[in-house]
């Protein structure tokens, strides 16, 4: 469902980054939410967020309406930015630091974010629920992690999540179908304690070498 | 049992996340600040010059972020300083343009700029570097790669305020006088500029401008007033960077 006025309010955010703004008001939440749901990572999936509105501000003129909310849009490049988060072993933003230098310091307020940032992930972490879940997601492969997001957890139509990933609905109910398949099978109890195990043995070399030289 | 797990997994991710509002205010700001997208050149430093709320300003700074904003503001009037000779003309141009768009406003736009800033003038600050004849102008890249500087050079000075461990900073009396002009300064650490920067560095640390305002004002993409005051609204350093 479309936000009335929506269109043309994107149509304003043109030329007019104030409408630009009420339509970041809008999509922040949940594009954060997708984000940390899909990272586990309270930094990374502030990142992720800030990038994607970075760009799809940068990139704004270029968008064509289609009948389809601009949100399609936003997880779009959100979901390309965390497949590349996935994908490098070294995830960075740049849009952002851009921006910044083109506007200002903001060094007054770090603070508070950085305080705001350590507070959400305390909280994150005592919810042991949630991280389990999302660890199970991570092992999936990344095309498999996506439509599972975006239909269970996003609760999106199959025709958006063809648009969102660029594939035809046909293809989308096809992994939809082996992802639940291989989820199932990370369900198992003894799938899980498996994969626990090993995440503890991992972390451990991590601790024993955090530079990570081999 | 396999459908009960799959709505667990489901579930699992229907917990309430917390609410990123420091983050999200940061980025929109960031964001609605940024120029909208193309315009001319022309339209967009006189649509730039004749807007009023652009002006960013920083009161009340905590402790540790007023080092590291005016550390960066130093670093970076210092470098643009020396990198190289520019037309004064242009950048002397830009600071009367925004002095002029500022003495436009009516009344009740400046007294809401005023509120914005604290109750603190920001013409004093263009002015006095417009007296002071300390206008340069660099590229926008050298101003990308200064502020990058900037950055990793405020992050080491941070991390060794934090730590206690700058010998140079506890060696050094406190500054009371004002912190010279950015003019011929250069950030040499073996210099005599250089031992004027680590007084600078004891002076904050000693939170003697722990109430610096710093304002940058941005008077469109291609052009930048930056300006520091102290305490007492004198100016700390001040360039205007022509981009």
């Known amino acids: ?214 | 049992m396999k459908r009960n797990q799959l709505h667990n997994f489901i579930e699992a991710f229907e917990t309430e996340l917390p609410r990123h509002a420091q983050h999200q205010a940061k980025v929109r700001l960031v964001l609605t600040q940024a120029r909208p997208a193309e315009k001319s050149i022309d339209a967009r430093i006189r649509g730039a010059l004749q807007t009023k709320g652009e002006f960013l300003m920083h009161t009340n700074i905590k402790r540790f972020a007023a080092p590291s904003i005016i550390a960066a503001a130093f670093i970076v009037t210092a470098s643009v300083v020396t990198i190289r000779q520019v037309p004064y003309a242009q950048a002397e141009s830009v600071a009367s343009n925004g002095l002029q768009s500022l003495e436009s406003m009516s009344p009740a736009e400046k007294a809401a700029l005023a509120l914005k800033f604290g109750g603190m003038d920001p013409r004093a600050g263009i002015q006095a570097a417009k007296d002071a004849s300390d206008l340069r102008t660099i590229s926008k890249e050298e101003y990308q790669k200064l502020v990058r500087e900037a950055r990793s050079a405020v992050t080491i000075d941070q991390s060794e305020v934090d730590a206690g461990s700058n010998t140079s900073t506890n060696t050094t009396e406190p500054s009371t006088t004002q912190v010279p002009d950015s003019a011929g300064v250069k950030t040499n650490p073996g210099s005599k500029d250089g031992a004027e920067l680590v007084e600078l560095q004891a002076q904050l640390d000693n939170d003697v401008a722990r109430a610096a305002k710093f304002v940058r004002y941005t008077s469109g993409p291609n052009k930048t007033v930056v300006v520091a005051f102290d305490a007492n609204d004198a100016p700390l350093f001040r360039t205007v960077i022509v981009l």
């Open chain 1, 1 to 214: 469902m479309i936000p009335l006025g929506e269109q043309e309010l994107v149509e304003r955010a043109k030329t007019d980054p104030e409408a630009f703004g009420c339509l970041f008001d809008t999509y922040y939440p949940p594009i954060l939410r997708y984000c940390i749901k899909r990272t586990g990572d309270m930094a990374m999936a502030e990142d992720i967020t800030a990038e994607t509105f970075v760009k799809a501000y940068k990139n704004i003129d270029r968008f064509e309406w289609q009948g389809v909310s601009i949100s399609a849009w936003f997880y779009k490049i959100a979901t390309n930015e965390i497949r590349s988060y996935f994908r490098k072993s070294r995830y960075t933003t740049t849009s952002l630091d851009e921006l910044l230098e083109q506007t200002g310091f903001e060094l007054a307020s770090d603070e508070d974010v950085h305080q705001e940032l350590v507070d959400a992930q305390d909280q994150l972490a005592r919810d042991a629920r949630f991280i389990e879940a999302q660890q199970c997601l991570a092992t999936l492969s990344l095309r498999y992690q996506e439509v599972i997001a975006l239909r269970y957890i996003e609760r999106k139509k199959i025709s958006e999540i063809a648009l969102i990933l660029g594939k035809r609905e046909g293809t989308v109910k096809s992994l939809l179908s082996r992802g639940i398949v291989k989820l199932r099978a990370r369900l198992q109890p003894e799938a899980m304690q498996l994969f626990q195990a090993k995440r503890v043995v991992d972390s451990e070399g991590e601790n024993n070498n955090p530079r990570g030289i081999a």
